[in-house]
Nanobody, 123 residues
Framework: QVQFVESGGGLVQPGGSLRLSCAAS???????IGWFRQAPGKEREGISY????????YYADSVKGRFTISRENAKNTVYLQMNNLKPEDTAVYYC?????????????????WGQGTPVTVSS
């Protein structure tokens, strides 16, 4: 059974940091993985992507310079280090497995998704 489990979300003050983890089970993590987020009342947004080897990464402009994606294939895990968090980063964060090679930020490019981990940035 293919499954992703995200963890690491929580409540943090503006300017703070969190590290999200995306642990895969039921398959070998030899796929590109994307991180998405969805804020209340908004569409799901692709924020970062990492290739199978980790040699290619992409970021949305909204998080560039603040977030870093990485992976440890030996642990079947992908991470998202989030620094200098802002209130507008508040959302549920999801990881997903990429199945095709169009736009990396499009949800339709991904098949399996985790259940999401909530992040709230507030003072």
């Amino acid at each position: 059974q293919v499954q992703f489990v995200e963890s690491g979300g929580g409540l943090v003050q503006p300017g703070g940091s969190l590290r999200l983890s995306c642990a895969a089970s039921g398959f070998t993590l030899d796929y590109g993985i994307g991180w998405f987020r969805q804020a209340p009342g908004k569409e799901r947004e692709g924020i970062s992507y990492i290739s199978t080897s980790g040699g290619i990464t992409y970021y949305a402009d909204s998080v560039k310079g603040r977030f870093t994606i990485s992976r440890e294939n030996a642990k079947n895990t992908v991470y998202l280090q989030m620094n200098n968090l802002k209130p507008e980063d508040t959302a549920v964060y999801y990881c997903a497995r990429r199945r095709s090679f169009g736009r990396w930020y499009a949800s339709s490019e991904y098949d399996y998704w985790g259940q999401g981990t909530p992040v709230t940035v507030s003072s």
